[in-house]
């Protein structure tokens, strides 16, 4: 990474402890500009750029493209969220009884949901408990001659594990299989590379580690697993001319424009382009790599103290941005809350505390937080 002035570029340095990207993350200093510029732009000439706005519209398929190593714009669809990603999966491809959808047990609500609402089509959502030791093959051993589609997030939500996509992916090619990935706590934190990845959807947020604005969210999806999708949720902004309200040929284009309804989310759409500009220069090699260190130094500092219990995995290769502990005999919702009333925000999840620096984060924050986790008042005031 080239030398960058962090706290100019992420001003949220300057005023709290921010261990909570796998959350929620503060803009940088280019997506808070791009939203002033889009609100001067509305206040000096209303919607009179709009065919502007609409370039940086085409610019960002382009630039997410590139940013997932997918070789064609023509396979990302604009959207609001992961949930709306995945329930275009799940009422797009057309299921018989008895179809199985293999998913983690504990997956975020937006990965579960869609797939248990198949019930009422006859379909068998199968949640399965990931095993400590081997959890990629937890999901295979669940993979039958019915399963239609794996689904699950690259990096789960409350342990940080980070899952081998490419075995995953290479038994449900075996098995003809489609396999979904939410990447909303792997994009931004570490790199993305569909071109080598055995996978047929990609979705995910940008307000995480993206560090954009809510409400914007994008899929990416292989031409073939797209052709065995019907449109569930027709709209007229699915074509490549939308504004041409005169057509008499309603057939949706078969690109990943196919799955977007009605008006784009332009202030999203401005902010997520810059996010992206601005990861895509500081390189996400490099920017994953200063991350997988401040991972690292968290779990060695944090394995230390026989209290704590360490849930996510001890090996780098098995996490992302993600560091979540038990802190024992103690209540967890105290804990956090005690640290937030010091300006160090973490999050509970479950009964355990989950860490989230970023790639930015100064170390001496990270130190400030260790010292806090460290205090035996913190301990004996959250006592369970
Ligand atoms: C794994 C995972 N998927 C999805 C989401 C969010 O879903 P959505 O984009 O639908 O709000 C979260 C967190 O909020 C998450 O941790």
């Known amino acids: 990474m080239h030398q960058i002035d962090h706290s ?12 909570n990207h796998a959350a929620i993350s503060a803009w940088p200093a280019p997506v808070i500009q791009a939203a002033h510029d889009f609100v001067d732009d509305n206040q000096s000439h209303g919607a009179l750029n709009y065919e502007a706005w609409v370039a940086t519209e085409e610019q960002l398929r382009a630039q997410l493209a590139h940013f997932i190593q ?3 714009a023509d396979d990302i669809s604009l959207l609001r ?4 990603a995945l329930n275009i999966i799940a009422q797009g491809l057309s299921w018989a009884s008895g179809d199985e959808v293999v998913f983690p047990a504990n997956e975020f609500p937006s990965n579960l949901l869609p797939w248990e609402w198949l019930q009422k089509k006859g379909v068998i959502p199968k949640a399965i408990e ?5 959890p990629e093959q937890s999901l ?22 980070r899952l081998n996509l490419t075995r995953i992916g290479e038994a449900c090619r075996k098995n003809n299989a489609l396999f979904a990935v939410d990447v909303i706590q792997h994009l931004g934190a570490l ?6 990845l055995p996978i047929d959807f990609v979705v995910c947020g940008s307000h995480k580690w993206l560090m954009a604005p809510e409400g914007m969210g994008f899929m990416w999806s292989r031409a073939s697993a797209r052709a065995q999708m019907e449109v569930a949720l027709p709209g007229w902004r699915m074509y490549p001319d939308p504004f041409n309200f005169n057509r008499t040929d309603w057939t949706p284009p078969d690109t990943g424009r196919r799955f977007e309804t009605g008006t784009v989310n332009m202030f999203g759409i401005h902010g997520l382009a810059a996010a992206i500009s601005l990861l895509t220069e500081l390189g996400t090699h490099s920017t994953g790599e200063a991350l997988l260190d401040r991972t690292d130094y968290l779990v060695n500092a944090l394995s230390q103290n026989p209290r704590i219990d360490m849930i996510s995995p001890i090996e780098r290769e098995k996490r992302a941005g993600i560091v979540c502990f038990r802190a024992k005999d103690t209540n967890a919702e105290c804990m956090v809350q005690a640290l937030a009333n010091k300006e160090i925000y973490v999050a509970k999840r479950g009964h355990n505390i989950r860490v989230s620096p970023h790639f930015y984060t100064p170390y001496e924050q990270i130190d400030t937080f260790l010292a806090h986790i460290e205090d035996q008042q913190l301990w004996q005031q959250c006592a369970a």
């Open 8 to 19: 100019k570029l992420f001003p949220v340095i300057d005023r709290h402890v921010w261990l």
């Open 70 to 72: 997918a070789p064609f």
């Open 81 to 84: 969220n992961t949930s709306e």
């Open 130 to 134: 990931l095993s400590k030791q081997d």
């Open 140 to 161: 295979i051993n669940a993979i039958t001659p019915k399963t239609r589609l794996v689904a699950a997030s690259s990096v789960q939500f409350d342990t940080g594990l």
């Open 191 to 196: 790199p993305l590379d569909v071109s080598t």
